[in-house]
């Protein structure tokens, strides 16, 4: 029988928000007078041996590049260091990963692209159709899209650099992307084959961990149906173990793992 592909799976921080300009929850009360700090991560699965190590040649995974320094600027956030400086904590060089997972391209999942000169994009085709379709005529689903970042997607198209996935598929042995919707048309998790067993990277399919556990709706919503049923699915995809959901923005998530190496506390932690 043959081994089951594992992976090493890291978050890795890069921003943070110390708290929203406006409540993140649908359902939230303006009168708690609480708002949710948001951090930023950039994730990556790299493959292990079966030895348990770090497989030589093995080809790491990125999974979204984060926003640019610009960006964050012009939206009211900073950005602590560049994706491609806390990849490299880990071990990981930018410039030479050959496949890059985009959930969907909000401005702060999208950004960094060019960090990742020999790298295939992969893209749920629901997603490019949602940015370049008639939705984004709409203010509320156009806000949290740069057009220049959806502009070079489609450069990217056109230069053979865009994989679409139509739905749920494996893309190396032992990661797969799935098709969520809700928060975006298009917006997908990963699914990362671990030691410890199945691991959700749930992206902005569940923000925080309120999300999938309350299922409560973060405010920006493109189909309120998908968002609650993508719960479900996350959970589903996890074998059912909640915590092997890891949300896309909440700071939590680096109190909950151990920290990925020395001098990255607070930056990094391993998820697997």
Known sequence: MSRTQTWEVHALKYAHLPRLLREVSI???????TLAPMDYFVWVAIPLGEDGERMIGGKPVVIDTGFSAENGAKRGRKMLASPDKTLAQVGVDAAAVEDVVITHLHYDHVGNWHLFPRARFHLQEREMQFVTGRHMRHGAFRMAYEIEEVVAMVRQNF???????????EIAPGLSVHLIGGHTMGIQCVRVQTRNGPLVLASDTSHY?????????????????DMLNGYDKLLQLAGGELAMVVPG????????Y????AGMDGVGVRLD
Not at 27 to 33: C, N, S, T
Not at 209 to 225: A, D, T
Not at 249 to 256: N, P
């Open 27 to 33: 359902f939230a009360d303006a009168h708690d007078g």
């Open 159 to 169: 230069a053979g650099r865009l994989v679409f996935h139509d739905g749920d598929q």
């Open 209 to 225: 961990y309120w999300g999938i556990e309350k299922r409560e709706l973060f405010h920006i919503v493109f189909n309120v149906s």
């Open 249 to 256: 923005h909440d700071a939590d998530v680096l109190k909950r």
């Open 258 to 261: 151990p920290v990925s190496a």
